[in-house]
């Protein structure tokens, strides 16, 4: 009865570096979605997808951010050519259906030096 | 745009009930739920109000009036874990039904 898995747990990486984040809902769930926390302040929505299809991206930034969830494997968050400011948590959530409640993952620290 | 309106911070003491408002603007509203988390862990999901009125899941009651615009979590017999944030968030119809989260209050519990 795994919950939502993501890794790696923290990330550190130097500026103008990959960053690469993993997510495996939870099983029977095909729905994920992606969000950033900064200290201090809420979740910030970025993206929800389904297996092979991004549904909706008005939360990622339009350079260096990109998202997938393939028929296989798990959904991976791309982060290219990090800057100081990408440091953050990216937590992922899944949900069975469109409308129903999302379980979280224990989120990826995310650090750029 | 969407936004909602949660306190920054509540202390409260060990025994205690304390309730947790959340204000949010009206266009496109489906439910409202509640997320607890602790810090440097995972948002936890607490309970999701779609329909006016009182859902009870032990000590934690979350309360949502529609016409207001209003919801809150209560919580009672309060325990030093619960020392948390907590985190409202709405669904909205417009917004391909996303959640849209609060800024968080910090619940500080005192012995």
């Known amino acids: 009865n795994a919950g939502v898995m993501q890794n790696p747990r923290h990330l550190v990486r130097r500026r103008g570096q990959e960053a690469r984040l993993r997510c495996s809902p939870m099983?029977?769930?095909?729905?994920v979605y992606w969000y950033r926390q900064l200290p201090e302040e809420g979740l910030k929505f970025m993206v929800y997808l389904q297996k092979e299809n991004i549904i909706d991206e008005s939360g990622m930034p339009k350079e260096r951010f990109s998202a997938e969830f393939p028929k296989e494997g798990p959904s991976i968050l791309r982060i290219q050519q990090v800057v100081r400011g990408d440091s953050a948590a990216y937590f992922c959530?899944?949900?069975?259906?469109?409308?129903?409640?999302?379980?979280f993952g224990p989120g990826t620290r995310l650090l750029v030096l | 745009g969407q936004s909602l309106e949660q306190p920054s911070e509540v202390t409260a003491v060990e025994g205690a009930i304390v309730q947790i408002n959340c204000t949010y603007q009206?266009?496109?509203?489906?439910?409202l739920s509640w997320y607890q988390q602790h810090d440097g862990g995972a948002p936890t999901f607490l309970s999701y109000n779609a329909l006016d009125g009182l859902e009870e899941t032990g000590r934690f009651s979350s309360f949502l009036s529609r016409s207001d615009s209003y919801g809150y979590l209560l919580l009672q017999e309060l325990q030093m874990k619960d020392s948390a944030s907590y985190f409202c968030?709405?669904?909205?119809?417009?917004?391909?039904?996303?959640?849209?989260w609060g800024a968080g209050t910090k619940l500080i519990i005192k012995p």
């Open positions: 099983k029977g769930h095909s729905h």
């Open positions: 959530a899944s949900s069975p259906g469109e409308q129903e409640t999302q379980y």
């Open positions: 968030a709405v669904t909205w119809v417009d917004s391909n039904y996303q959640l849209i």
């Open positions: 009206t266009s496109g509203f489906y439910g």
